[in-house]
């Protein structure tokens, strides 16, 4: 931090009530805070004559007034009165010069009128002591004429008793390095006003300049700035400073901040530089960095966590693996491919044009003798037939679409359909493989004598909670205990977090994945089954909670029997807001057909999760799954 000497950083201005200065706060273990002149100027914080006085009433230092001082039943009590500079010699009296006073020999005083006396001599080396009344009738020692003085010598004092005045209305000057004004305990100063000032006053010019007047507060003019006490003094020890409040403070390009302590920065923090050189970037990072737990290892990069940073090996942030995905309709000119994200499992995607600026690459279905317009169509040129092909055989679907002609003009192509079933007419089917076999209603072939039907059946489950206690937006599945075998009744204890199974993907624990894994269809096909394949097709549920303003979602993924981590969303039925102790039913919403579908060695894994925090829940949710054997 700058000096406070340094004008540059805290230039010299003019104070107003509105400017702070920086005290200390006696009643909250002497923090360091800030005071506005106003606010000082409006308490009785301030010192006042009296109290400087009732504190230490001898000082070392000059007091020039160019003022009046007046007393009022006190006393002034001077050690030495100079007199044109002069503290006289021994005997000499205060004579009068016309402009001033001066000291003067008594010797050249006649003994009858003062003024007999002084035109005599008017030094005199002996004391002048009044008793039983004063020099002349009213009691007072008048001095008239222009520039008159009253000069005391050096170690000369004047004394008055109890109830004498000193009036003036000229100035009463103190010059000289020795020079003291001294007040005693009762002493007291009138202002232009007659005022003697109130407890913590002090005494100021007034407004008008032209008198004094006690005052309850520091005169702006009086009031020093931030550069006057920083050229005091810079240096604090054992004490900060605190900032309340909205304020900004500003350094200049020249100032730097250095510390040699630990620094905590609690608010949010801008740092602008950009420039290519540690002087001119916005960080300059010479020494470590910590994440919170530790500054890494050599090779390790900065990677973010949502909420902060951490230090990551490499291999964890950039490109684990490179996939391609279907194309899709280009969404953004100038992207004939998307590849996200930059790291990790990157998938790669080429986008198909979609007419206008649009770039992509060609999309499926021209043939030969077909053009692709700007909007991204395949078009047959119109007019008259210039060619008949034969399509590959299709599949009727319904009772005109035995054989399909289009387009009617240019290149014409003929398709015959199969026989689809029902009232789908078409062709026989090809009967390859199967010349010992009949055609079926439904236009496959099968075996004389019927096909062997597809196995079906259906799978209870009992599930429920005792108890548990659910997060918020959590993902749970089933105890970690829980073999799930038809018929058992488990409860949903595995708290997995936030993220879905799909997030979680490779870092799903096996303890994690054979507990939430309750459907399978098995590996291998032992039994020589026509139907390998298991299609569950219908998901019943019924649901019942102790506690109601909450909805639940029930969620299938289908995983792997014996690996983790691949998890996709199959199905998921919400039970909107329920009402405690209250019977609910709802069926299983598939993705997608194929989802409904378990391959050998596939499994479902089932999630439980309310938009409500509860400490201990009691829960049932009882399933009944239906499957049928598919090829």
């Known amino acids: 931090?700058?000096?406070?000497?340094?004008?540059?950083?805290?230039?010299?201005?003019?104070?107003?009530?509105?400017d702070f200065i920086i005290g200390t706060d006696t009643s909250d273990e002497n923090r360091t805070v800030s005071f506005s002149i106003e606010s000082i100027t409006a308490t009785s914080l301030l010192q006042g004559l009296q109290s400087v006085l009732d504190t230490q009433n001898f000082a070392t230092e000059d007091i020039s007034l160019t003022g009046n001082i007046t007393l009022v039943g006190g006393y002034i009590y001077p050690t030495q009165i100079l007199a044109g500079g002069a503290s006289g010699t021994a005997g000499q009296l205060l004579s009068s010069t016309g402009t001033g006073i001066q000291w003067v020999d008594t010797s050249v005083i006649?003994?009858?009128?003062?003024?007999?006396?002084?035109?005599?001599?008017?030094?005199?080396?002996?004391?002048?002591?009044?008793?039983?009344?004063?020099?002349?009738?009213t009691g007072s020692i008048n001095m008239s004429g222009a520039a008159q003085v009253l000069a005391l010598s050096t170690n000369t004092d004047m004394t008055l008793a109890a109830g004498c005045d000193i009036t003036t209305s000229g100035n009463i000057n103190l010059s000289g390095g020795s020079s003291v004004l001294n007040f005693g305990t009762t002493a007291e100063i009138n202002d232009s006003a007659g005022s003697t000032g109130a407890i913590g006053s002090i005494l100021t010019v007034d407004a008008a300049g032209t008198g004094v007047e006690w005052s309850t507060g520091i005169p702006t003019a009086s009031m020093p700035t931030l550069q006057e006490v920083l050229d005091a003094g810079n240096t604090a020890t054992g004490i900060g400073m605190q900032f309340i409040g909205s304020s900004i403070t500003t350094f200049s390009a020249s100032s730097t901040i250095q510390s040699f302590a630990s620094n905590v920065w609690s608010g949010t923090n801008e740092f602008s530089g950009n420039g290519g050189t540690p002087a001119?970037?916005?960080?300059?990072?010479?020494?470590?960095?910590?994440?919170?737990?530790?500054?890494?290892?050599?090779?390790?990069?900065?990677?973010?966590?949502?909420?902060?940073i951490s230090w990551a090996d490499l291999s964890t942030v950039g490109v684990s693996s490179v996939s391609t995905t279907p194309p899709i309709v280009a969404a953004f000119p100038l992207a004939p491919i998307t590849i996200a994200p930059g790291v990790g499992a990157v998938i790669v995607r080429q986008n198909i044009y979609d007419g206008g600026s649009l770039i992509g690459c060609v999309p499926a279905g021209g043939t030969a003798g077909t053009f692709l317009e700007g909007n991204g169509n395949w078009t047959t040129p119109t007019g008259a037939v210039t060619s008949v092909s034969v399509l590959a055989s299709g599949t009727s679907t319904g009772l005109t679409d035995a054989i399909k002609i289009t387009p009617t003009t240019g290149l014409v192509q003929v398709q015959s359909n199969a026989f689809g079933g029902g009232d789908a007419v078409g062709h026989v089917p090809d009967a390859t493989g199967n010349t010992a076999n009949f055609l079926k209603g439904d236009g496959t072939w099968a075996a004389a004598g019927g096909a062997a039907a597809a196995p079906e059946g259906y799978l209870p489950y009992l599930l429920g909670v005792a108890k548990t206690a659910f997060t918020s937006g959590n993902y749970h599945t089933l105890a970690l205990n829980n073999t799930n075998t038809t018929g058992d009744r488990t409860v949903f204890s595995t708290d997995l977090g936030a993220s879905s199974p799909a997030v979680m993907a490779g870092t799903m624990t096996d303890i994690q994945h054979?507990?939430?894994?309750?459907?399978?269809?098995?590996?291998?096909?032992?039994?020589?089954?026509?139907?390998?394949?298991?299609?569950?097709?219908d998901f019943e549920m019924q649901f019942l909670s102790e506690f109601g303003s909450h909805a639940w979602d029930v969620e299938l993924w289908k995983t792997s029997q014996c690996s983790t981590g691949t998890y996709t969303l199959a199905g998921s039925y919400q039970?909107?807001?329920?009402?405690?102790?209250?019977?609910?039913?709802?069926?299983?919403?598939?993705?997608?057909?194929?989802?409904?579908?378990?391959?050998?060695?596939?499994?479902f894994f089932i999630t439980l999760r309310t938009n409500g925090t509860l400490a201990a829940a009691d829960v049932t949710l009882n399933i009944v799954a239906r499957w049928q054997g598919a090829v």
């Open 514 to 537: 054979i507990a939430g894994c309750f459907l399978y269809n098995p590996r291998t096909n032992a039994c020589s089954s026509a139907f390998p394949n298991m299609k569950v097709c």
């Open 110 to 137: 006649a003994s009858n009128t003062l003024q007999e006396v002084t035109t005599a001599g008017n030094t005199t080396t002996d004391n002048i002591v009044m008793s039983g009344g004063d020099l002349n009738t």
């Open 280 to 308: 001119t970037s916005g960080i300059n990072l010479p020494g470590s960095l910590s994440d919170g737990s530790g500054t890494g290892t050599s090779g390790q990069v900065l990677t973010s966590t949502a909420t902060g």
């Open 1 to 18: 931090m700058a000096k406070i000497e340094n004008t540059t950083v805290y230039p010299l201005t003019t104070p107003s009530v509105d």
């Open 575 to 603: 039970f909107p807001t329920v009402v405690a102790d209250t019977l609910y039913c709802g069926t299983i919403v598939w993705v997608s057909s194929a989802l409904q579908t378990l391959l050998p060695g596939e499994a």
